[in-house]
């Protein structure tokens, strides 16, 4: 029997350490109570878990304070309320082509409704941003920058502490969705102000668990208001965090599964977790990089990429045919007739051999046109925390089974 290989990670982590769903399972069956509600010791007892997960989640972000986190859905609720708490009418914006929809849709229509300016740096056709064409493009009225630290389509790590230096006293606001848990990131020494996190990725949480630091000093208006536990007597919001920003129950059963994740992060050490990472990239990128017909996209370097690879499965070039560079690492012509289209090699994984890998657009549609694959997108291959170079190999095999048109 074929055995199943996940390499879809940068969708959402799996499987997850046995100690998440213990957390979990051990507040729904043995705490069940509502944190910061009530005084009984199971209140209590709920509050310490949920206080635990920010002080781990400190941790991993060197946050001096943990009560400058607020816990989120997602990330996408986080970047949400940066995006649409923090800027004002007449502010100006700078992001980059290789955003997710997260970022780029809140921001596009905040520039529809005539509330932001917004300027899209150019990356190059590695996904790269070179810092030095940011300031050109800051103004008076230029608020916030808005970075996605890897990219979700093809690995590709910005050099953050670069781009601070690029924007100065303006507020960064880092979507780390791809590298929270599997890259190091420290809000002091990397400079930033807005730190939005998803939980469910190489945090190794649950899906709807994320987060937000929010760099002392620095406010914004809360999107929602209401209960939270805290100075009852009061009918307006409290205006300390983490309550400002905290209104309603949480999804306290998913906190402490993440706190769970976090912790064993924190056990493993994500220096160490990155080299695992980096070892399996090092090793895909070397088995592909001469398969005929295959185009690898990206830095093509584990040590600039989180592991995270998109492919497409291109037509070889006649002798002597005029071809234009796209993508990079080898010669993408466009979709031909014969070529194999990114769903159908996610499906032929997908069935011939149990490997389940996310193909399209990742929901990053200006990413893939940086990288010259929009619209049909890629094959994604995300590796994580507990794939084995065995299962590399496997992937590698299929993939040039496919190239040369044997895997029917
Ligand atoms: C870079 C990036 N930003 C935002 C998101 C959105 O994540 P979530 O669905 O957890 O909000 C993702 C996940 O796909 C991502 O990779």
């Given at each position: 029997m074929k055995r199943l290989i996940y390499l879809d990670n940068a969708a959402t982590s799996f499987p997850k350490p046995p100690e998440v769903m213990e957390a979990m399972l051990h507040f729904m069956k043995d705490v069940g109570a509502n944190p910061g509600r009530s005084g009984h010791?199971?209140?209590v007892e709920a509050d310490r878990i949920v206080r635990g997960a920010r002080e781990s989640v400190a941790r991993l972000f060197n946050i001096p304070k943990p009560d400058q986190i607020v816990f989120t859905m997602n990330v996408t609720e986080a970047l949400n309320v940066v995006i649409n708490g923090f800027l004002k009418q007449g502010d100006h914006v700078i992001t980059t082509s290789m955003e997710h929809n997260s970022v780029l849709r809140p921001l596009r229509h905040l520039e529809k409704i005539g509330t932001i300016t917004l300027s899209i740096v150019q990356c190059d056709n590695r996904g790269r941003l070179d810092p030095r064409e940011i300031p050109p493009l800051i103004g008076k009225n230029t608020a916030l920058m808005v970075l996605n630290q890897a990219s979700n389509v093809c690995g590709t790590i910005q050099d953050v502490r670069a781009v601070k230096r690029a924007i100065g006293e303006i507020p960064l606001l880092l979507d780390v969705a791809q590298t929270a848990g599997c890259f190091p990131i420290d809000v002091e020494a990397d400079g930033?102000?807005?730190?939005?996190?998803?939980?469910?990725?190489?945090?190794?949480?649950?899906?709807?668990?994320?987060?937000?630091?929010?760099?002392?000093?620095?406010?914004?208006?809360?999107?929602?208001?209401?209960?939270?536990?805290?100075?009852?007597?009061?009918?307006?919001?409290?205006?300390?965090?983490?309550?400002?920003?905290?209104?309603?129950?949480?999804?306290?059963?998913?906190?402490?599964?993440?706190?769970?994740?976090v912790d064993f992060v924190l056990r493993q050490g994500v220096s160490q977790i990155m080299e695992h990472d980096r070892t399996l990239t090092a090793a895909l990128l070397s088995a592909?990089?001469?398969?005929?017909?295959?185009?690898?996209?990206?830095?093509?370097?584990?040590?600039?990429?989180?592991?995270?690879?998109?492919?497409?499965?291109?037509?070889l070039l006649p002798p002597g045919a005029r071809y234009d560079y796209g993508g990079c690492g080898a010669v993408n012509l466009g979709l031909m007739e014969e070529d194999i289209y990114p769903a159908e090699a996610g499906s032929i994984l997908n069935t011939e051999y149990d490997i389940l890998v996310r193909t399209g657009l990742h929901c990053a549609p200006i990413a893939h046109k940086t990288l010259k694959t929009f619209p049909e997108g890629t094959v994604r291959i995300s590796m994580g925390y507990f794939n084995t170079l065995e299962e590399v190999e496997i992937v590698a095999a299929a993939i040039r089974r496919i190239a040369s048109r044997e895997y029917s």
């Open positions: 010791y199971r209140a930033i102000d807005f730190l939005a996190f998803t939980g469910h990725k190489a945090m190794l949480g649950p899906q709807g668990t994320g987060g937000l630091y929010i760099r002392e000093g620095l406010s914004l208006e809360p999107l929602t208001r209401g209960g939270t536990g805290s100075v009852s007597e009061e009918e307006f919001q409290p205006g300390f965090m983490p309550d400002m920003l905290e209104s309603g129950t949480r999804n306290n059963v998913g906190i402490a599964g993440l706190g769970a994740g592909l990089h001469d398969v005929a017909g295959v185009t690898v996209y990206g830095p093509l370097n584990a040590r600039e990429q989180t592991s995270t690879i998109s492919i497409t499965f291109d037509s």
